[in-house]
Every structure is written in structure tokens, then in C-alpha cells.
């Protein structure tokens, strides 16, 4: 009986077609082999210089890390691209002066970044999506400047930016 269960199991596990791993993916592997990114432009009118090409690669990076995808650089089976539509540094808290001469300062400022994307499945094409990704973080202008931190602030941002379009296009969450 009990090599009866486990040939049913083996039979059951080969014909299941969609694969899971530990990051949550439930890609079909025997359909999806492919992605590829455009290039991200920053159409924000802000932040760093490259924050575009930055965006991209790592972008790229997290999908090679936790899929199968191979990248290729057109066409693949799963498409992204898009564009930084928004960089904002705003205050957050201010910090009353002690003079009455001087203006209150801000406490805390916030960067906050949005990233339009465009995600396109060949397979499947009601999971093709246009969406705005957005993130913040912030920081103490009393003790660091933005130059001293805005490069570490993107890099988080984009963390998890690109977390969020990892689970909403091959995660499905």
C-alpha cells in the first residue's frame, strides 16, 4: 500500500507543471524561459545622475537572483519597462527655533521615489499591468546632508520598489 501512495506522489509531483521556490515565484519554467528590461529613464527631473541605469540593473539583478529567467536583452517572454516619474525630498517634522528671528527648520525629510512600470507576459496576458511603484524614506538634515545620504536612500528605495514588482508580476500577491 504504502508503494502504492508513493508512486501516486511521484506520478502527482512530474505532471505538476508550475514550479514554486523559496522567493514565492509560481513561473511555469517549461513556458516562461525568458526577460528582459528596458532601459529605466529618469523622468523625475531629480536625484542622482544615473538613478535610471541604477533602477534597470538592479532590476535585472533581482530577477536573475531569485528566478530561473534567463535575461536576454529583447522580447523576452517576460517584458518590463518604464520610467522614475517622481523624486521629491519634502520635510516631514519641523523643529520650532529657540530665536524668533530664526524660521523653524524640518526635523525630518523624506525622499520619495515612484517608478511607472510596464510589465508585459507573453503567456499570459491578462497579467500584463501598467502600474506607479512608490517608496520613501528619511533622513535628519541636522546631521547628515542629502548629499551624505542620498545615494544609501535610493539604493533602499529601489529595494524595495523592486520587491514590490517582483511580487506583483511572478509572485502574484
Do not use: H
Not at 536573475?64 to 536583452?73: D, G, P, S
Not at 519634502?90 to 511607472?116: L, W
Not at 491578462?126 to 506607479?132: A, D, H, L, Q
Amino acid at each position: 500500500m504504502a508503494s502504492l501512495v508513493s508512486i501516486c506522489l511521484g506520478f502527482l509531483l512530474i505532471s505538476c507543471r508550475v514550479e514554486y521556490s523559496f522567493t514565492g515565484t509560481t513561473l511555469d519554467y517549461n513556458i516562461t524561459k525568458t526577460f528582459s528590461v528596458e532601459n529605466f529613464f529618469n523622468d523625475s527631473g531629480g536625484g542622482p545622475a544615473n538613478m535610471g541605469q541604477l533602477f534597470t540593473e538592479n532590476l535585472k539583478d533581482y530577477f536573475q537572483r531569485n528566478t530561473q529567467l534567463e535575461l536576454i536583452r529583447n522580447n523576452g517572454d517576460l517584458q518590463f519597462s518604464g520610467a522614475i516619474s517622481r523624486y521629491t525630498i519634502t520635510p516631514q517634522a519641523t523643529v520650532s527655533s529657540q530665536s524668533p528671528t530664526q524660521p523653524d527648520r524640518a526635523g525630518q525629510m523624506r525622499i520619495t521615489i515612484g517608478v511607472e512600470v510596464e510589465f508585459v507576459n507573453l503567456a499570459d496576458e491578462s497579467e500584463n499591468m501598467k502600474r506607479t511603484f512608490s517608496f520613501f524614506q528619511d533622513y535628519d538634515p541636522r546631521n547628515t546632508s542629502l548629499l551624505q545620504v542620498e545615494t544609501d536612500l535610493v539604493e533602499v528605495i529601489f529595494e524595495n520598489i523592486i520587491q514590490d514588482v517582483f511580487t506583483s508580476t511572478v509572485a502574484n500577491w
